[in-house]
């Protein structure tokens, strides 16, 4: 599953950091280097990572490339979650509804 | 540092608000769907013989297995009884890690209640290689995985 992936990659504290940057928006790889203690190329070596697991993608501007970041794999966790809950609702529904008519079922078992 | 939206689920029952709130917490064992969401039966391969919600503020919500083994899914922060619920989510987790789910009951003009879920607080658990140990555990850690995910984002 493509978050397995995610979370791995994330795993390293720097990239991570690299990875909340690009939440404000899409940025060129010097102007997010700026903002670390490392080197550009090193910079340039997590985005790279991030790329592989599908959390950034980039576009040549120019000379410069810019990164972004893309949603799918949190969107991927965001649905298994969703369905727990949605599964978890339906079931309270359909046995509270039907629970008798008179809406006072509490006393009784399912 | 940017937040996880909350996961929001909203469902109308055809009962008053009163009637919906005690049928979730008080029989909350008797319609949670066990067989396919809980621990034991997602990592260990086992349905738990019960789950419990204990009433009140402080009250555990937690799954018994059939061997007598226990998971705790989180504890009871708020009761308004008829009207909101709200309790921590942390298998396997320490209190600051915890997630967080409100469950609101609110009275429609029908008569029926609209049970609104959000589930939220994703940033809280900064823990994630270690969590990450025991991913491939079921369900669980996708719950810490996202959590951990959500830490980082």
Same mark, same amino acid.
């Given at each position: 599953?493509?978050?397995?992936? *995610?979370?791995? #990659? ?12 690009? /939440?404000? !928006? =899409? %940025? ?24 592989? *697991?599908?959390? #950034? ?12 970041? /893309?949603? !799918? =794999? %949190? ?36 | ?153």
């Amino acid at each position: 599953m493509a978050y397995e992936k *995610a979370l791995t #990659v994330l795993s390293d504290p720097t990239r991570r950091a690299v990875f909340e940057k690009l /939440r404000a !928006g =899409p %940025l060129a790889v010097s102007a997010l280097a700026k903002d670390f203690p490392v080197s550009r190329p090193a910079i340039s070596q997590h985005l790279g990572i991030l790329k592989g *697991a599908g959390l #950034v993608e980039d576009k040549a501007e120019g000379t410069r490339r810019i990164y972004a970041i /893309r949603t !799918g =794999p %949190l969107e991927e966790l965001r649905d298994w979650l969703d369905s727990f809950w949605g599964e978890a609702l339906d079931a309270y529904k359909t046995a509270l509804e039907n629970e008798g008519d008179d809406g006072h079922g509490q006393d009784r078992t399912g | 540092m940017g937040k996880i939206a909350p996961v929001e689920k909203t469902i109308e029952v055809d009962r008053d608000p009163q009637t919906a709130f005690e049928f979730f917490t008080t029989r909350f064992g008797d319609w949670w769907p066990k067989a396919t969401h809980s621990v034991g039966a997602d990592s260990h391969g086992i349905v738990p013989e019960r789950v419990l919600m204990e009433p009140g503020v402080g009250g555990h919500i937690y799954e018994v297995l059939p061997d007598g083994r226990e998971f705790i899914w989180g504890r009871i922060t708020v009761w308004e009884t008829g009207t909101r619920l709200v309790f921590s989510w942390q298998i396997d987790k320490p209190d600051e890690q915890a997630t967080e789910v409100e469950v609101t009951f609110t009275r429609l003009e029908s008569g029926r209640t609209r049970v609104q879920l959000t589930h939220r607080n994703w940033e809280n658990d900064p823990r994630g290689s270690t969590l990450r140990d025991n991913y491939d555990e079921g369900w669980d850690p996708v719950v810490a995985a996202y959590a951990d995910l959500a830490a980082s984002a």
